[in-house]
């Protein structure tokens, strides 16, 4: 993993040495920038390569994040109807009755109106009760990884939820906090505890550098797999 900035913004992409001609990109569907070149070309070079071809990448990240939103199905909750949720699949169980509820048991999250027409009514009690069960399985993520870093002084940060288009987490070491995607509740536990734990190495290494790399290996050796995970999840 290589990061490149380019004007005032920065790039992160996968770099590999191969028996190719020519230096090749492809930025693919999840967003994810991937560069190949020759045997014995400096990480220099493809460095320059990236800035060079900016704008072209921006380009194709714009055209990728629209198109997953476009492809984002707008959930309705309707009996039978299915959703991600901690990487697992559930099932809508919509049940008429009159004391009011939403419970999540096992794969299916049982769904009680009294009035089972009332789609709103209906759509805002599922979103409250899952934005609910996001917040406190990110809560929970913070609290298993800030034990390994607070004996580098780091604080237990403030924790911001927010619904982000383009990253899953941000930070700022300054304020002490933490935002993190409440998308993020979709997602595997391990995949969201690498996002934690991303944001809290930022606290000590603020880029993508070299060593901000090797503080995500020290604390996290399967990160790797994690982020991949993450990314294809994008594609569910």
């Known amino acids: 993993m290589r990061a490149v900035r380019c004007g005032d913004r920065e790039l992160i992409y996968s770099f590999i040495r191969k028996k190719v001609k020519n230096i090749n990109l492809r930025v693919r569907a999840d967003g994810s920038i ?19 071809k900016s704008k072209l990448i921006f380009k194709h990240l714009k055209n990728a994040e629209e198109r997953n939103v476009r492809n984002r199905s707008v959930p309705k ?17 919509l049940q008429e009755g009159e004391c009011e509820s939403v419970c999540l048991e096992g794969d299916r999250l049982r769904v009680v109106r009294k009035d089972k027409e009332d789609h709103a009514g209906r759509k805002k009690a599922v979103s409250e009760y899952l934005d609910r069960l996001a917040r406190e399985t990110l809560t929970e993520a913070v609290l298993r990884i800030w034990p390994l870093f607070k ?7 403030q924790i911001r939820f927010r619904a982000m ?47 901000f790399y090797q503080l995500v290996e020290q ?17 569910d």
């Not at 560069?35 to 800035?51: H, I, W």
């Not at 909750?77 to 169980?93: A, N, P």
């Not at 004996?151 to 940060?157: D, E, N």
């Not at 050796?221 to 594609?235: A, F, H, I, V």
């Open 151 to 157: 004996p580098f002084g780091i604080g237990l940060p």
């Open 34 to 52: 991937y560069v190949s070149a020759p045997f014995g070309m400096s990480a220099e070079r493809a460095d320059a390569f990236v800035c060079c």
């Open 77 to 93: 909750y309707e009996h039978g109807d299915h959703f991600k949720l901690l990487g697992k699949e559930i099932t809508i169980c």
């Open 219 to 235: 604390f996290m050796p399967d990160w790797k797999e994690r982020r991949r995970l993450l990314n294809d999840s994008l594609q």
């Open 165 to 211: 288009k383009t990253r899953w987490g941000s930070c700022t070491p300054q304020r002490n906090s933490i935002s993190l995607n409440t998308m993020l509740g979709e997602k595997p536990v391990s995949c969201v505890e690498y996002v934690v734990l991303h944001e809290f190495c930022h606290f000590l290494q603020p880029n993508h550098s070299r060593a």
